[in-house]
């Protein structure tokens, strides 16, 4: 089996960090997941096309649940 970090070939019954080769490969994974160099993709919400519904173009509340003049 290939190490996705460093492409090393290693035997998988001799680690303890599958898919990685070393628990070293396995915290450059983590880093780099939470240093956001890996992302997941993103699909569009169809909804996010839409035009606002009429009520946000209202005025502001004065957060009294009566609307300001």
Excluded: V
């Excluded at 970090?5 to 994974?29: G, H, K, L, V, W």
């Amino acid at each position: 089996m290939r190490c996705p970090i460093c492409q090393a070939e290693f035997s998988p019954q001799a680690t303890d960090c599958m898919p990685f080769c070393s628990a070293r490969c396995q915290s450059i994974d983590l880093g780099r997941w939470l240093d956001e160099g890996y992302a997941l993709p993103h699909a569009a919400d169809p909804e996010d096309d839409e035009t606002p519904d009429d009520n946000w173009s209202q005025e502001p509340s004065n957060g009294t649940g009566k609307e300001t003049k």
